[in-house]
């Protein structure tokens, strides 16, 4: 099932200059860096799974690193915007700080960062060993501003209906902040 992340992507790059820089964080397959490098950015992508870094490459002929989202390896300010689209989710509450710190990093003064996590309150594995750890909208705009950024926007949204199996998952937080 093909996820169509325009909407969001929109929102992120309406806040950003043309051409802006931009690091994908955990970009998979690199659907997001193809859409950004069509609207003119110069996307960069980082993901913990070489397999998926040569295939982002490849899909999407953007510069694309292989790194935990944990220790990123790119100097302070050197993009404009940072898009975590369903990537923090999978960093265990306590080492949470630690990646948006260094998030916040990475912007430029003003850059803005786009990220997206699972609602809820507590931590889950799903049916096929993922872990996920789940916020409600006070505590991950908390987690923003206490990683020194200005919250622009924090969105809940309700559960949904897994397509797959008919099962009802957490809905999701998507939040822009600023440096």
């Not at 325009?6 to 659907?31: E, T």
């Not at 990537?87 to 700080?97: D, F, G």
């Amino acid at each position: 099932m093909a996820i169509d992340t325009s909407r969001q992507l929109q929102r992120l790059v309406d806040l950003l200059p043309p051409g802006a820089r931009i690091l994908d964080a955990g970009c998979g397959s690199g659907r997001d860096l193809t859409q950004m490098a069509r609207l003119g950015f110069e996307p960069v992508g980082v993901d913990a799974s070489v397999g998926l870094a040569r295939i982002a490459r490849r899909n999407s002929g953007c510069p694309v690193h292989v790194g935990d989202l944990r220790s990123l390896a790119f100097e302070d300010a050197s993009f404009d915007g940072v898009w975590a689209m369903a990537s923090l989710l999978h960093i265990e509450r306590s080492e949470l700080p630690d990646v948006l710190s260094s998030f916040s990093h990475i912007l430029r003064p003003g850059g803005v960062m786009f990220a997206s996590v699972k609602r809820g309150t507590d931590d889950v594995r799903d049916d096929t060993g993922r872990w996920f750890t789940l916020y409600d909208e006070d505590s991950w705009a908390d987690h923003l501003r206490a990683a020194g950024l200005r919250v622009i926007e924090v969105i809940g949204e309700p559960a949904s209906r897994n397509a797959v199996g008919g099962k009802t998952g957490p809905g999701w937080i998507s939040s822009l902040a600023r440096r």
